[in-house]
């Protein structure tokens, strides 16, 4: 059964910066395209950003690009997100997904909080 766990989350005010991490297990991590999804109080997920199985090819929302910034480091199954000038639109519950494809969200991680306040 896919495993993924999102760690990193956390308070930090605006302009701030965190990085998150997503670690794979149980599937050949080297095979999957990845992504990040967020979820913010009571609105829907939103799409932030995907990124190829090999790491050469990255996708972001309009929302977030230019500030977050998506790799993947296959040896270690491990998926980051490094967050820069965050604003407080930026507060939500921050998903990594794994899937065969850009837009595919075949499996799930359980999240982690990202808050973003002075």
């Known amino acids: 059964q896919v495993q993924l766990v999102e760690s990193g989350g956390g308070l930090v005010q605006p302009g701030g910066s965190l990085s998150l991490s997503c670690a794979a297990s149980r599937f050949t991590f080297s095979s999957y395209y990845m992504s990040w999804v967020r979820q913010a109080p009571g609105k829907g997920p939103e799409w932030v950003s995907a990124?190829?199985?090999?790491?050469?090819?990255?996708r972001y929302a309009d929302s977030v690009k230019g500030r977050f910034t998506i790799s993947r480091d296959n040896a270690k199954n491990t998926l980051y997100l490094q967050m820069n000038s965050l604003k407080a639109e930026d507060t939500a519950l921050y998903y990594c997904?794994?899937?065969?494809?850009?837009?595919?969200?075949?499996?799930w991680g359980q999240g982690t909080q990202v808050t973003v306040s002075s």
């Open positions: 990124i190829n199985t090999g790491g050469w090819i990255t």
């Open positions: 997904a794994s899937g065969l494809s850009f837009g595919g969200f075949a499996s």
